[in-house]
């Protein structure tokens, strides 16, 4: 079945991932901006890492019949350095113009420090000031339930943010009625780990219902499996549920949400 990944870190995946993904059914992801495992040392480092966002990943993607889209910030776990935050947040807008940009993200909180807050606050009027829709990471564990509480408590305060143009990622059982009950968009990170498996995915479907939800793989450098989906569809098939409803959930709900940015082009198969 075709599917889209909203959420995949693919500058730390092979080119043979893309090949699988490609032959698993994947016609589109995007990548959101995250940490590289070690704090970047100046503004530089971070025109560079836009740069392959922009310009590398896409052709890499685009030889296997994938469309690659992204999401431009400094993340959470590098906001503590408020002065690089800045630097980054002046440059982001020579990015915006690129085709492959969908928004800012991944935006969010990872120790709900001040210094997080006060970053998050200022990406989110970026976004505002330039029209662009946002992609939210929320912390892990121990730290999910008030951290999400804090972002959407920020998030609804702003009232020039239009809800239905933001997703909030890596919703658990426990945060995920307040994401979706605020009138933003939820995503499930389908982890080996830590996050939530395709049976919790499916359970969480199943209880909330198809409406503004999607399901990601957030493949990355760590433990992670880039055929997350797939296992997720596979999980859905053996309980009975209906090919409708899968492809709303891993094809539509992705695509409706995409196209409120103009630079999403909804991939062919689906038309
Ligand atoms: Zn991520």
Not at 36 to 45: H, K, L
Not at 114 to 142: M, W
Not at 250 to 267: D, G, H, R
């Amino acid at each position: 079945m075709d599917y889209i990944d909203p959420h995949i870190h693919m500058v730390s995946r092979t080119t043979d991932d893309y090949e699988t993904l490609a032959r698993m059914g994947c016609i589109a992801m995007s990548e959101p901006a995250f940490w590289a495992g070690f704090d970047r040392g100046s503004v530089e480092s971070f025109r560079d890492y836009f740069r392959q966002l922009t310009e590398f990943e896409p052709k890499r993607a685009a030889q296997f019949g994938i469309q690659h889209y992204t999401w431009l910030c400094i993340n959470a776990k590098e906001a503590e350095n408020v002065s690089l935050s800045r630097e980054v947040i002046a440059m982001i807008p020579e990015f915006l113009s690129a085709s492959n940009v969908l928004g800012i993200g991944e935006i969010g909180l990872n120790k709900n420090t001040k210094n997080e807050s006060t970053i998050f606050l200022e990406h989110v009027d970026l976004a505002v000031r330039y029209g662009q829709q946002i992609l939210i990471h929320t912390p892990h564990l121990e730290d999910k339930y008030q951290g999400t509480k804090m972002i959407v408590d920020m998030l609804v305060h702003d009232t020039r943010v239009d809800r239905s143009r933001v997703l909030v990622d890596h919703v658990e059982e426990h945060t995920i009625q307040e994401v979706l009950d605020q009138g933003f968009w939820a995503g499930m990170t389908l982890y080996p780990v830590t996050k939530c498996t395709p049976a919790r995915a499916a359970d969480m479907i199943e209880r909330f219902g198809p409406e503004r939800l999607m399901a990601n793989s957030a493949g990355d450098w760590g433990p992670s499996k880039p055929t997350a989906i797939p296992d997720l569809i596979m999980e859905l098939k053996r309980r009975g549920h209906s090919r409708q409803l899968i492809r709303k959930i891993v094809c539509e709900n992705p695509c409706e949400f995409f196209s409120q940015s103009k630079n999403f082009k909804a991939p062919s198969a689906l038309s």
